[in-house]
T-cell receptor, first 113, second 119 residues
Framework: GDSVTQMEGPVTLSEEAFLTINCTYT??????LFWYVQYPGEGLQLLLK?????DKGSNKGFEATYRKETTSFHLEKGSVQVSDSAVYFC????????????FGTGTLLAVQP | DAGVIQSPRHEVTEMGQEVTLRCKPI?????LFWYRQTMMRGLELLIY????????DSGMPEDRFSAKMPNASFSTLKIQPSEPRDSAVYFC?????????????????FGPGTRLTVL
């Protein structure tokens, strides 16, 4: 079945460091891919998305490219801030009214000043 | 739009008591999801509805859990009787359909969650 695998955390970085959180997926079809972010004490929010191969999603300085050949959707940011500290979830979903999001286990990012 | 609304935000109860969690989805969304999040098990999908009809309840842990969606603007998740291992944050999410570059995609919007503590 379809699944999402992301790197184990926590990831601890200093402010202004470069961030990569790896995400790979297994899919029987051609899903859309997402990164969600969960700040402390809050629900998940959509951070960025890509709906087809080679698409690049971007938002708030974060980027991820839908790589069909490597079945990956790695999250990157050139310079992290303390305010980026959160849990990041990679997910996939097919279109259609009855399909659900399949989430990875989440990666905790802690950015130190 | 106020987003997905959940109530209560915090609930503390004693083992054996009935607990009812409530969710109001975003107007116009026709899919609704209930999740549970714990440190040990991460984020788990419990059940989801489409057009008020349960589509997949395979994540509901046991018969003590039940969920209803009597109309498009309201859903409940009930635990009866509650147990300490049910302590978790319960999230509700609703889904709308967006478009990007000619492709449609499903985007879920999460509520703030209900933190349940069963003593």
């Amino acid at each position: 079945g379809d699944s999402v695998t992301q790197m184990e955390g926590p990831v601890t970085l200093s402010e202004e460091a470069f961030l990569t959180i790896n995400c790979t997926y297994t899919a029987t079809g051609y899903p859309s891919l997402f990164w969600y972010v969960q700040y402390p004490g809050e629900g998940l929010q959509l951070l960025l998305k890509a709906t087809k191969a080679d698409d690049k999603g971007s938002n708030k300085g974060f980027e991820a490219t839908y790589r069909k050949e490597t079945t990956s959707f790695h999250l990157e940011k050139g310079s992290v801030q303390v305010s980026d500290s959160a849990v990041y979830f990679c997910a996939l979903s097919y279109g259609g009214a009855t399909n659900k999001l399949i989430f990875g286990t989440g990666t905790l990012l802690a950015v130190q000043p | 739009d106020a987003g997905v609304i959940q109530s209560p935000r915090h609930e503390v109860t004693e083992m054996g008591q009935e607990v009812t969690l409530r969710c109001k989805p975003i107007s116009g969304h026709n899919s609704l999801f209930w999740y549970r999040q714990t440190m040990m098990r991460g984020l788990e999908l419990l059940i989801y509805f489409n057009n008020n009809v349960p589509i997949d309840d395979s994540g509901m842990p046991e018969d003590r859990f039940s969920a209803k969606m009597p109309n498009a603007s309201f859903s409940t998740l009930k635990i009866q009787p509650s147990e300490p291992r049910d302590s978790a944050v319960y999230f509700c999410a609703s889904r709308g359909v967006g478009t990007s570059g000619g492709s449609s995609y499903n985007e879920q919007f999460f509520g703030p969650g209900t933190r349940l503590t069963v003593l």
